[in-house]
């Protein structure tokens, strides 16, 4: 079945230094969608990527899509503390296969 | 505040009971999902109503069942529980239409489940 994994499974850095976590799917992506979850609260949504190569960007936040639409990758500019928290991202296959969540990347930010 | 509702915000139970967790979606929203997220892991998905039909099963156990109703609210039910069901139940509500999931998920607060 398709799985979705993420790297690295934690991150400890240093408030202002730069940060990316890395999405890799083992089939082909429609689309991937990136979660925010902080500690004792509930996924938010930040973003869906649908196009190969497609680049977004939040503020500080950059999102990227590969060009085989199979990996992902989410970076942030210059953390803050409010950027604790745990990054999920989520895809569903070209195939209509259930929506698939990676294992999360567990952000954490010293100040 | 996602516009989400989930109850009870925790429940505990012993092994071998029923317990049911009840989710009311974002208003308009036709699309009902439940996910499991067991202490520091990830979310399973469960399984995904539209409009009152089941539109996709994930891992959920054969003990698990839920259904939507004409209100669009949903209710997941778990039953002959076990250690391992404790966790944190999340539902989540989007405005897609049923296969593509492409909408965003808009997540509940959940429903922490301890198993006794």
């Known amino acids: 079945g398709q799985q979705v994994m993420q790297i690295p499974q934690y991150q400890h850095v240093q408030e202002g230094e730069d940060f990316t976590t890395y999405c890799n799917s083992s089939?082909?992506?429609?689309?991937i969608q990136w979660y925010k979850q902080r500690p004792g609260g509930h996924p938010v949504f930040l973003i869906q990527?649908?196009?190969?190569?497609e680049v977004k960007k939040q503020k500080r936040l950059t999102f990227q899509f590969g060009e085989a639409k199979k990996n992902s990758s989410l970076h942030i500019t210059a953390t803050q503390t409010t950027d604790v928290g745990t990054y999920f991202c989520?895809?569903?296959?070209?195939?209509?296969?259930?929506?698939?969540f990676g294992p999360g990347t567990r952000l954490s930010v010293l100040p | 505040d996602s516009g989400v509702t989930q109850t009870p915000k925790h429940l505990i139970t012993a092994t071998g009971q029923r317990v049911t967790l009840r989710c009311s979606p974002r208003?308009?929203?036709?699309?009902v999902y439940w996910y499991q997220q067991s202490l520091d892991q990830g979310l399973q998905f469960l399984i995904h109503?539209?409009?009152?039909?089941?539109?996709a099963k994930g891992n959920i156990l054969e003990r698990f069942s839920a259904q939507q109703f004409p209100d669009l609210h949903s209710e997941l039910n778990l039953s002959s529980l076990e250690l391992g069901d404790s966790a944190l139940y999340f539902c989540?509500?989007?405005?897609?239409?049923?296969?593509?999931?492409?909408?965003?998920?808009?997540f509940g607060p959940g429903t922490r489940l301890t198993v006794t």
């Open positions: 089939t082909t992506l429609s689309n």
């Open positions: 208003s308009g929203d036709l699309s």
């Open positions: 989540a509500s989007s405005e897609g239409t049923g296969w593509n999931m492409n909408y965003e998920q808009y």
């Open positions: 109503y539209y409009n009152g039909e089941e539109r």
């Open positions: 990527l649908v196009k190969s190569g």
């Open positions: 989520a895809g569903q296959g070209n195939y209509g296969q259930n929506f698939v």
